[in-house]
């Protein structure tokens, strides 16, 4: 009788389905589709952040990305850099466009998150899963090939995917420009347009320097982050093209 109650439970946990290990690349994906970022490749979005208006038209691999601000409309598309002013394209340096593509081109990659992490100068990596205030994450590094991956490439992301809902409440990054340096952001809202999540975060960085980006969850939960900023996205709205 004691055997059989032995195998009985034996034969229960073989049974059980086994929690699938999944890969850093379905990750992402799952993000993409549960947060409704696969729409953004044929939409038209706008939103205002610090105070410029920001236009993206994305629509089967074309793409128009604007910031306008006082007098000067900076357009960043497929044919490249465009700046006006006062409506006259005026010529910038190619140091400066590629400033100013920077610029521009940063806060629509951010805006648009997860979307953009499936591209394919993305290299994407599991990281051991962690738990932030009591919410298990899978852990996604990702850097860039060289190769398509823009000037910027040696940043390194990581993002803090749920476990549950698979949507991205956390992330950071390195950056070498300006000196270089770390941030982190946690979500601070999240809001729906037309099926597609957008998240506003409040913006830290490392008290002390020699806080590793891989650490810097710990680093958050410790309270050894200052909070610096916050990314928000203002009167976002969404139109999905055919």
């Known amino acids: ?20 290990d ?24 706008t939103f205002k952040f610090r105070n410029k208006k920001y ?3 994305r629509n089967n691999g074309r793409f128009i990305l604007t910031r306008d601000f006082d007098s000067i409309k900076d357009v960043l598309s497929n044919s490249g850099f465009q ?5 006259k394209e005026i010529k910038v340096t190619d140091l400066m466009a590629s400033k ?13 998150l997860p979307y953009g992490l499936n591209d394919k100068a993305v290299q994407e990596k599991r990281l051991p899963s962690s738990t932030i205030k009591g919410k298990d994450y899978y852990k996604i590094e990702v850097t860039f090939s060289e190769n398509g991956g823009g000037e910027d490439f040696e940043d390194v992301f990581i993002y803090w ?32 347009k037309n099926g597609i999540r957008f998240a506003n975060y409040d913006n830290y960085k490392p008290i002390n320097k020699s806080i590793s980006l ?16 916050e990314i928000i996205l203002e009167d976002i709205k969404v139109d999905i093209l055919d």
């Not at 920077?102 to 990659?109: L, Q, R, T």
């Open 100 to 112: 100013y593509t920077n610029s521009v081109n940063s806060v629509h990659y951010f805006s648009a």
């Open 1 to 20: 009788m004691k055997y059989f109650y032995i195998l009985s439970v034996v034969l229960m946990i073989s049974c059980k389905p086994l929690k699938k």
């Open 22 to 45: 999944f890969t850093a690349q379905y990750i992402i994906d799952k993000s993409i589709i549960n947060s409704g970022a696969n729409k953004v490749s044929n939409a038209e979005i």
């Open 161 to 192: 995917i749920g476990k549950e809902d698979f949507l991205v409440d956390y992330l950071a990054y390195s950056y070498h420009t300006n000196g270089g340096g770390k941030r982190f952001r946690a979500l601070k809202e999240q809001i729906t």
């Open 55 to 57: 236009s993206a038209k």
């Open 83 to 87: 700046r006006f002013v006062n409506k």
């Open 214 to 229: 891989i650490n810097i969850d710990e680093a958050f939960e410790a309270e050894q982050l200052q909070k610096i900023s």
